[in-house]
């Protein structure tokens, strides 16, 4: 069983930053490929980024690629997302996940979701 919270979300400016930050309780924390969703008003949830195991393999969404980072900290059972030149089409709730797998899609297969942080993005 993981427990995962999300914090970081706000209200910034087109062209502005956040930083996404999700705590994991459980000790099979470093187990897990972690990864990041988020749900728009009227759409469904869709996939932002994922890391692995070993911090070293990412994978990311082709509308976040080259201004969003996701790493992890697993000393800390933490995960992180860098979001820079962010537009109002990141408007949205995002969602930390654990033991993601990619099937024709990522998903969690275990169905361990956090509640999810608002980001708000001006123009």
């Known amino acids: 069983q993981v427990q995962l919270v999300e914090s970081g979300g706000g209200l910034v400016q087109a062209g502005g930053s956040l930083r996404l930050s999700c705590a994991a309780s459980g000790r099979t924390f470093s187990r897990y490929i972690m990864g990041w969703f988020r749900q728009a008003p009227g759409k469904e949830r869709a996939f932002v980024a994922a890391?692995?195991?070993?911090?070293?393999?990412?994978y990311y969404a082709d509308s976040v690629k080259g201004r969003f980072t996701i790493s992890r900290d697993n000393a800390k059972n933490m995960v992180y997302l860098q979001m820079n030149s962010l537009k109002p089409e990141d408007t949205a709730v995002y969602y930390c996940a654990a033991d993601l797998i990619r099937g024709s899609s990522w998903y969690s297969r275990n169905d361990y979701w956090g509640q999810g942080t608002q980001v708000t993005v001006s123009s």
């Open positions: 890391i692995g195991i070993g911090q070293f393999i990412t």
